[in-house]
């Protein structure tokens, strides 16, 4: 008899691999794909000094008013953000990192697969391309964007198993692949976790090895 | 009569050639979809993952795990394809995408653009705008011709945060249609009952005919 591989875990079990100071990925784009029910977890959880890395800050606004968040690595923070957001963001002195969403999607990617960082044109002649080092490929320059490895990434799928393959719908597969492949350990909710077998491996959006926990939401 | 909003959006459309790929933005670009002349196979593309985004059909309920770059429910047609952001983001800077259409805050005689920060307040963020507009094999900006006080937003030089530089092909406002070439820009059209004088006025650089 080999061992089991079971990644199902309880929501709180799951949520409680976070601590003060990580660093967490949280996936979606707009409600698309937005892990509702790991975040709605760990926003009740007393952290402080946490490094967010998610597209948009509107949907971290509990744990931005609650003090968990030190500093927010995003690419579009404001969209359907409040004027009392963007107050509490500034009176809590969390500092905003913005990166072009290509960008912050790739140097993800990148750091999931064993590379050091990308190498890219967007930011060029703007302020995006300050304090960066320039790399000169095939005569042409490029801005190094170093790896972005998170700690924790918590995304959303349609379907799981307990291998941890996943099944996504429509646009809600956005970044949760690459924060899953970026992760030192990646938290994956569905509503739906079948039996190994019932996910077609020719309809696997991300292959269980990218993932260490499933947890099924309500 | 200076264009509306819609007929900005109805110009845009009827010049997007039959095949091409579209990446649209937020803003006058949403509303360019519903203009494409019947029978010209257009595709758009969101930066969100979608290949083939069309508006959703009055009879069709909106999907929530289905929305534009805006975050508003959209459709998707035959042909389409779903994808994540790290494979959005390769066509858009690889070159794959044949147009962008932006909204812009100020575009500069150079063709560099600023859309998303003004020097007191960012507006969203910077989203995938930096991506697309140096990316894309050819930008296109829809915008007022001015700010709503009258300020100027085609400048010698951009005073706002730059997306990208050197990008702006052409810019449709509701005064006209203009045409860049390197740092020359002329006129291709006037709308209905403007003058070359009117738009020269509300424009920072010059203007040939």
């Known amino acids: ?218 | 009569m200076a264009w509306s909003r819609d007929e900005i959006a109805r110009r845009i459309a009827s010049d997007i050639p039959d095949g091409w790929t579209v990446n649209i933005g937020v803003g006058i670009p949403t509303l360019v979809p519903r203009y494409i002349p019947q029978g010209r196979e257009v595709v758009f593309h969101s930066e969100n993952g979608i290949l083939g985004m069309v508006p959703l059909r009055e009879d069709e309920s909106p999907d929530p795990e289905v929305i534009d770059a805006g975050k508003n429910a959209v459709s998707i047609r035959f042909g389409g394809s779903f994808f994540d952001s790290s494979v959005s983001f390769a066509m858009i800077r690889g070159g794959h995408i044949d147009l962008g259409i932006v909204g812009a805050l100020q575009v500069s005689q150079n063709g560099d653009l600023s859309n998303w920060s003004t020097n007191e307040r960012m507006i969203g963020g910077i989203g995938g705008a930096a991506d697309v507009c140096s990316g894309v094999k050819q930008l296109w900006v829809a915008m007022m011709h001015t700010a709503e006080n009258g300020t100027r937003k085609l400048l010698t030089d951009c005073t706002f945060p730059l997306t990208a530089v050197s990008v702006v092909c052409r810019v449709y406002s509701d005064l006209a249609v203009l045409e860049r070439d390197e740092r020359k820009w002329k006129v291709v059209t006037l709308s209905p009952g403007t003058d070359l004088l009117e738009v020269r006025n509300a424009t920072g650089f010059p203007i040939d005919i």
């Open chain 1, 1 to 218: 008899m080999g061992v089991v591989t079971d990644k199902r875990e309880s929501l709180h079990k799951a949520i409680s691999a976070i601590d003060h100071g990580m660093t967490v990925a949280i996936g979606g784009f707009g409600g698309a794909g937005f892990p509702t029910s790991l975040v709605s977890v760990l926003e009740k959880r007393r952290l402080h000094g946490l490094t967010m890395v998610s597209n948009n800050a509107a949907r971290l606004e509990p744990m931005i008013e609650s003090g968990m968040v030190a500093r927010i690595i995003c690419s579009f923070p404001f969209g359907g953000a409040s004027d009392t957001l963007r107050k509490s963001i500034q009176n809590a002195g969390v500092e905003i990192r913005l990166l072009p969403q290509g960008t912050l999607s790739e140097c993800l990617r990148a750091a999931g697969s064993g590379l050091g960082g990308v190498l890219t044109r967007v930011g060029i002649g703007t302020e995006f391309g300050e304090g960066r080092e320039i790399v000169e490929v095939h005569g042409k320059k490029y801005l190094l964007e170093p790896a972005l490895n998170v700690e924790v990434a918590l995304i959303h799928a349609s379907v799981a198993d307990r291998w941890g393959n996943l099944v996504m719908r429509g646009t809600a597969r956005n970044f949760n692949c690459v924060m899953a492949m970026a992760a030192a350990i990646s938290v994956a909710e569905a509503a739906e976790v079948v039996e190994i077998g019932e996910i077609s491996p020719e309809r696997c959006d991300l292959p269980g090895i990218f993932v260490d926990k499933v947890v099924k939401t309500a």
